[in-house]
């Protein structure tokens, strides 16, 4: 239906609503089922039964289960429940960390749902939006977040902001008659309000039009929900590391099985055999230790203001090489703080930010008070009684309730000693002409504590000019004439030339008696002089983007602000580098792909930009070879973020369907957490790498020593049960402390690491390859030295090359911390790996020494002079490459 077409009564009829009773519970109750809640929709999660049986799909676990069921088959029972006992461990494992990666989203949506007031039986009451029907009657005022598209049914000074569906940075002016204008876009609904959009200014009531994916945002959502999801570069070299190990471990299989038939060995001895060699060359941990890494990491990255809502993509934040940034909130507080205040041609500086009282006021380095300077005094009281917002005080941080300029005005006169509260036990406000567009200003008539009575009246600077016959010059009034005009021009000029938004005051003092209307009270005004204000940067994020460039990550702001602004704020911020340029929006239409490709690595502002040019932006950055990280809390940013590397969305200020288009969430939206994200990011990446070296290296040994014992002809020196405890427990626990581990001193001195840099790259295949021969041929040399001297005695020889293989293992770990050598790092500096480390030694001796356990692992109690020969050969693979490192070095 034309809502838009429509007037206000036609549309309640046509909703079967009443506009002075609402509807009844009974009624909303029946639209409710009807319609369903007032959400936008989620794509449908899988139940909780296929994500449970999701983490058994990896193609190394369903080989390994293969090879389970063929152990049972061949009577190996005890085996075969060991390992699906062990993988059953793991998959409850990994399903246990992605329901709680869910949850932690679920609780920010649900904090950030809207309170409602709407019309039930007769009565205001408060709802959650999501109980909101069609032929519901709201209303709001500044401060409230549309909850549903409603038709308005009235308007007082009514202004929306509604860029996160149309990208207007200015907010839409509304009003209640028809429209007859064919076919309107969004922004031109001026009738219409739409769901999570934010009243800035004024008041009005509404009849709900549509609910839940039925609004104009759930029809985006809808489009968002249905794009394909990338793979992640992580994703994709794990599926190929693993489908290689498993070519690895068949071709195992047959050749130790050719070698053994060869040699004259039994068939069944010998598939036994290939099935012990498949199990050691399957890192049977490493699917659910790279889920619980990636895990531990988001839990990490929660309790720094980041919620991940794709696990893979963690690690892709590592790869980014560009940051876009929105500037408003994330850059910058969000909230408007005068700085400076010129009045009777003196200036002076305000210091304090945000919403705070507490800051002072300074002339020449001059402190002064504001009660001992008339016309400062003055011009702070009539801002703040000229003024119809409010700020109170949380949990000790202060807060705005209304339009962030009034908010900034509020504060500048509590840090004066004038609060507004304070202030209205000497003034009352007697009536109010609220803020209209066409007018540019607003005024209140005001009666002070003796009787007296003025009109105030705040505005744009020029408009005020125009209305005053006089001005507060030189300590007294004087005719405004044109030099005093030009002095107060200038000063608006100056101010705006260093990036500051002005507002300017005036009055006029009234007669005792009788009315006044709104044209009388706004002419023939005092000018009293002007308040300069400027969201100002978050004090973290100049660090956080210097940070940043040394880690030889790029920052690009882009705003919808103007382009003073906007360079005002980078060059606080020490953003744009010596040869850096600043584009706008204008310019930015005119270039082409190529040539914004060709221009974009010099660009580090892009200013009075809309929505759409964000997704240009995006595409030209990548076609470069960037990994591009794009922040945005709209609707139409939305695409970009989709299309972007690694998308960012606003916790407090972003879209549902901005966030359900990201990967990851800023629950503070603030620069400075992308910055400790991608640290983390990072830091996961290289976690990664240590525990697939680990896990790795050890398997190789584990191989090793198997397949030159078959080719020697010598019994096997493991079994299988015992190669799956080493795998899976005695590895795992180890592996999982990698995870924890802290990031090195220089990781943020890095450059971005390439997104097609392969798991092995930087050495990591020789690593794991010179470490696994090693800790094989100990093994090996453990367990040749005790079955020569007791041949009857394989079963303690068996026991002697499960302790080294485990022991040189559990040292080698503390080797996989760094990328250089174990003596770069303090091996104390992960608690967790000690106590994993600690864990396995004593899991191996229960295995060793518990009576229950020794035949089901085939393990006989080791003598006390026979760990000497263990510990002994343990060390050698990893002190024997230290140390010729640490000779080469020198």
């Known amino acids: ?192 309000a739409f769901m999570g959009t934010l009243v800035t200014r004024g008041s009005g009531t509404g009849v709900v039009i549509g609910t839940g994916m039925g609004t104009a945002m759930g029809k985006i959502a809808d489009l968002i929900q249905n794009a394909e999801t990338m793979i992640t570069p992580l994703q994709r070299r794990l599926e190929q590391l ?99 205040i010129w009045a009777s041609a003196l200036e002076w500086d305000v210091t304090g930010t945000g919403y705070s009282p507490e800051g002072g006021f300074f002339r020449n380095d001059k402190k002064i008070i504001p009660a001992e300077n008339k016309y400062l005094q003055q ?48 003034f009352r406000i007697l009536e109010e002409f609220p803020f209209d567009s066409s007018r540019k200003m607003m005024s209140v008539i005001v009666e002070d504590s003796s009787g007296k009575r003025y009109a105030v009246v705040k505005g744009a600077p020029d408009v005020l000019i125009g209305q005053s016959k006089a001005a507060l010059w030189e300590q007294k009034q004087q005719i405004l004439s044109p030099f005093i005009r030009n002095s107060i021009t200038q000063a608006v000029h100056s101010l705006a030339s260093q990036a500051l938004r002005t507002i300017a005051i005036a009055f006029k003092p009234l007669p005792s008696q009788g009315g006044i209307t709104q044209f009388e009270a706004e002419r023939d005004l005092i000018f009293i002089g002007l308040q300069a204000m400027i969201d100002p940067p978050r004090p973290e994020v100049k660090k956080a983007i210097r940070e940043c460039r040394q880690a030889g990550i790029k920052t690009v702001m882009i705003t919808g602000d103007h382009v003073i602004t906007a360079k005002a704020i980078a060059k606080q911020l020490d953003l744009i580098p010596a040869g850096g340029r600043v584009m706008d929006g204008q310019e930015l239409s005119t270039l082409s792909e190529e040539e914004l490709k060709d221009a974009a690595d010099d660009v580090y502002v892009f200013a009075r930009v809309s929505p759409e040019h964000k997704l240009k932006i995006v ?64 830091n996961i990446y290289e976690n990664i790498r240590k525990f697939i070296r680990y896990l790795l290296a050890s398997n190789v040994g584990e191989i090793l020593v198997m397949l030159f014992a078959m080719i020697m002809g010598l019994p096997l020196p493991l079994v299988p049960i015992q190669i799956l405890w080493v795998n899976l427990v005695t590895d795992g626990l180890p592996a999982m402390a990698l995870g924890l581990d802290k990031p090195e001193d220089d990781l943020m ?119 000497l020969l263990v510990l002994g050969m343990a060390s050698i693979p990893t002190f024997l490459l230290a140390g010729s490192l640490l000779t080469r070095k020198s």
């Open 242 to 340: 693993g489908k290689i190990l498993i070519i690895v471990a068949l071709l195992l299989t047959v050749l130790v099985v050719g070698i053994g038939v060869l040699q004259g060995h039994e068939m069944y001895e010998m598939f036994l055999a290939g099935v012990s060699l498949a199990v050691a060359a399957i890192p049977e941990g490493l699917p659910a230790i790279v889920t619980v890494a990636l895990s531990l990491g988001v839990q990490r990255m929660i309790k720094q203001n980041s919620i991940v809502r794709k696990l893979p993509a963690v690690e892709t934040l590592g790869c980014a090489s560009v940051i876009c940034s929105d500037k408003t909130g994330t850059m910058t507080q969000n909230k408007m703080t005068v700085v400076k």
């Open 749 to 867: 001195n890095r450059k971005p690491r390439h997104p097609n840099e392969g798991v092995f790259a930087r050495g990591l295949a020789w690593k794991v390859l010179s470490r696994g021969f090693l800790i094989g041929a100990a093994t090996l040399i453990a367990f040749l030295v005790v079955y020569n001297r007791e041949p009857e005695q394989l079963a303690y020889a068996q026991t002697i090359a499960f302790a080294t293989l485990v022991m040189a293992q559990l040292i080698h770990v503390f080797d996989c911390r760094s990328e250089r050598s174990i003596f770069e790092r303090n091996p104390f500096g992960n608690p967790y790996l000690i106590g994993a480390v600690a864990s396995s030694i004593v899991l191996m001796a229960v295995v060793i020494y518990y009576p229950p356990l020794q035949p089901i692992f085939h393990t006989v109690a080791i003598e006390l002079r026979d760990w």
């Open 379 to 426: 011009i702070l009281t009539f801002g703040a009684l000229c003024n119809s917002a409010r700020l109170f005080e949380k949990e000790g941080v202060y807060a705005l309730d209304g339009d962030p300029t009034e908010g900034a005005l509020l504060a500048a006169a509590a840090k004066g000693g004038l609060p507004k509260d304070k202030l209205l036990h000497n």
């Open 1 to 192: 239906m034309k809502w838009h077409e429509m007037g206000a009564e036609e549309a309640i009829e046509a909703l079967h609503s009443n506009d002075r009773e609402g509807l009844g519970q009974e009624e909303a109750r029946k639209r409710k089922s009807r319609y369903g809640t007032n959400e936008l929709k989620e794509a449908e999660k899988p139940s909780a039964i296929l994500l449970f049986l999701a983490q058994f799909k990896d193609f190394m676990v369903v080989v390994l289960l293969g090879a389970t069921l063929i152990s049972g088959l061949l009577g190996e029972y005890i085996d075969a429940i060991a390992i699906i006992a062990i993988v059953l461990l793991n998959g409850i494992l990994g399903y246990y960390q992605e329901r709680r990666a869910e949850k932690s989203l679920e609780a920010l949506k649900e904090l950030s749902a809207p309170q409602v007031a709407v019309l039930r039986e007769g009565e205001w009451r408060k709802c959650p939006s999501k109980e909101l029907v069609p032929g519901d009657v709201v209303k709001f005022a500044a401060g409230d977040r549309i909850g549903a598209d409603v038709r308005l049914l009235s308007a007082r000074g009514l202004e929306i902001e509604e860029s996160a569906l149309t990208g207007e940075s200015v907010p839409a002016v509304k009003s209640v008659e028809p429209l007859y204008s064919g076919n309107p876009g969004l922004g031109d609904l001026v009738n219409l």
């Open 619 to 682: 595409k030209a950055l990548q076609s470069k070879g960037h990994i591009v990280a794009m922040t945005g809390d709209g609707v139409n940013d939305a695409p970009a973020i989709k299309a972007a590397d690694i998308g960012i969305s606003m916790g407090i200020t972003g879209t549902d369907v901005a966030k359900e288009a990201s990967a990851l969430i800023l629950v503070d939206d603030n620069f400075a957490t992308i910055k400790s994200a991608i640290r983390e990011g990072r």
